[in-house]
């Protein structure tokens, strides 16, 4: 995302929209809205994994940005700023409900969840090929709240460990650790959607 | 290296070179980080998407104009096919409010100099007032045309609402021309016509 954006079918820059939203201008609000609802509202689906709570969120969010544009000095990216705050938005709503954002600090031993040792004979079978979105979605939802935290903000969202620790207030390590039980059960999780779908057929 | 080992380098991201020797001797972790992989990749295709309803934006909107963030009287979304009608409608507004400001002139102005029949004089200025208001009625009616039923009746109750009061005050103040309290209700029907009109140009523009 840059600044020379355009939106709004090439009549308005981001950096124009939000001058002018600075002023209250409506359009340029709604223009800002089009152009981020989207990962926004994404976001906030895949950590609550309810579509109520998604907007409900997403609208909050936009809220508190719209309300503090006017404190925008433009030295980092507005997506940056935006997503930062709609990643906190949800953090402190899932605290709210007593939702773990992150699980308590552990490490891989002693904790046999998950990892690659098989019992002699277990099939061994790879997610050959492509992953369904609307596969990968499901199985993200149904991963517990912690594991979902770190897998969407670092793998989805992008954010570094060290911002992530920052964000849900954990260390580096545990950041790591819970970002790789979450992809083991995701490929749990798969594996066993594939192995349904087979059966069914 | 073993397969314990080897995950604990994977999860801390690192490429060593016993790793490598690991996978290539180990189909299992060699399974698994490829699967790992492949979901950390499609991990993706999952920013951004997902659509909210628009009832989020209408919702958030509402909040800002309550809250003052948004400037009052503007609209957020004015696309072409809205910016055309509030052009083709705008003109009821100026109309509508043209109608109180030559009721007050009419009333607060009544007579000029040797006339000595104020009221007849205004009455015989009434009618090209009151043939404008018919043919804006229409034009009002047809705006709101494509509106739901109800709320096409409610503009049109509304609609002769207001004209029944002009009509009223207007009878009343013909046969009393010191009469304070019609000539007030004259203007407050014609200020009541004058918010109709701007409710259905606003709306047109926020459809």
Redo the contacts between chains.
């Keep these: 995302m840059t600044d020379a954006k355009r939106l709004k079918g090439d009549k308005l820059t981001e950096a124009e929209a939000i001058e002018r939203a600075k002023?209250?201008?409506?359009?340029a609000?709604?223009a800002l809205?089009d152009l981020h609802?989207?990962?926004v509202?994404?976001l906030c689906?895949?950590m609550t994994g309810n579509t109520a709570s998604?907007?409900d969120l997403?609208?909050e969010a936009?809220?508190q940005l719209?309300?503090k544009i006017g404190t925008f000095r433009g030295e980092s990216a507005f997506s940056t700023w935006l997503h930062r705050m709609s990643v906190n938005v949800v953090l402190m709503q899932l605290r709210k409900k007593n939702l773990p954002v992150v699980p308590l600090e552990e490490t891989?031993e002693g904790d046999e969840e998950g990892?690659?040792?098989?019992e002699p004979g277990a099939p061994?079978?790879?997610?050959a090929g492509?992953?369904d979105?609307l596969q990968?979605?499901r199985a993200?939802d149904e991963l517990p709240p912690g594991y979902r935290t770190i897998?969407?903000l670092h793998?989805?969202?992008g954010y570094e460990h060290n911002e992530i620790a920052e964000m849900v207030g954990c260390s580096i390590g545990n950041s790591?650790?819970q970002l790789?039980k979450a992809?083991?059960k995701?490929?749990e999780l798969?594996r066993m959607n594939r192995a349904e779908k087979a059966g069914k057929r | 290296m073993n397969?314990?080992e080897?995950?604990?380098v994977?999860?801390?991201?690192e490429q060593t070179p016993e790793q490598q020797a690991h996978l290539n001797s180990c189909?299992?972790?060699s399974?698994?980080l490829?699967?790992?992989q492949?979901?950390?990749n499609?991990?993706?295709?999952?920013?951004?998407?997902?659509?909210?309803?628009p009832?989020?934006?209408n919702?958030?909107?509402s909040?800002?104009r309550r809250?003052?963030?948004?400037?009052p009287g503007?609209?957020?979304?004015?696309s072409f096919g809205d910016l055309f009608w509030r052009w083709r409608t705008a003109w009821l507004v100026p109309v509508a409010a043209a109608f109180v400001l030559v009721g007050v002139v009419r009333l607060h102005h009544p007579a000029p100099a040797g006339d000595n029949a104020p009221i007849a004089k205004q009455s015989v200025a009434t009618p090209p007032v009151t043939a404008a208001v018919s043919s804006d009625d229409q034009q009002l009616l047809k705006t709101v045309a494509s509106r739901p039923p109800a709320q096409r009746a409610r503009y049109r109750a509304n609609l002769d609402d207001a004209n029944a009061f002009i009509r009223d005050a207007q009878d009343a103040i013909r046969n009393d021309p010191n009469d304070a309290y019609r000539q007030q209700m004259l203007i407050n029907a014609y200020e009541q016509k004058q918010m109709l009109y701007q409710l259905a140009v606003d709306n047109v523009s926020e459809q």
């Design positions: 002023l209250g201008d409506a359009e609000f709604h809205y609802r989207r990962r509202y994404s689906l895949r998604a907007e997403t609208q936009f809220l719209f309300r891989m990892t690659v040792r098989k061994d079978e790879r997610l492509s992953i979105r990968l979605q993200v897998f969407v793998d989805v969202e790591k650790s790789h992809r083991l995701l490929r798969l | 397969c314990v080897f995950e604990r994977l999860l801390e991201g189909s299992a972790c399974n698994l490829a699967d790992l492949l979901i950390s499609q991990a993706k295709s999952l920013l951004a998407a997902d659509e909210p309803s009832a989020v934006w919702a958030l909107e909040r800002l809250e003052g963030i948004i400037r503007e609209s957020a979304h004015p």
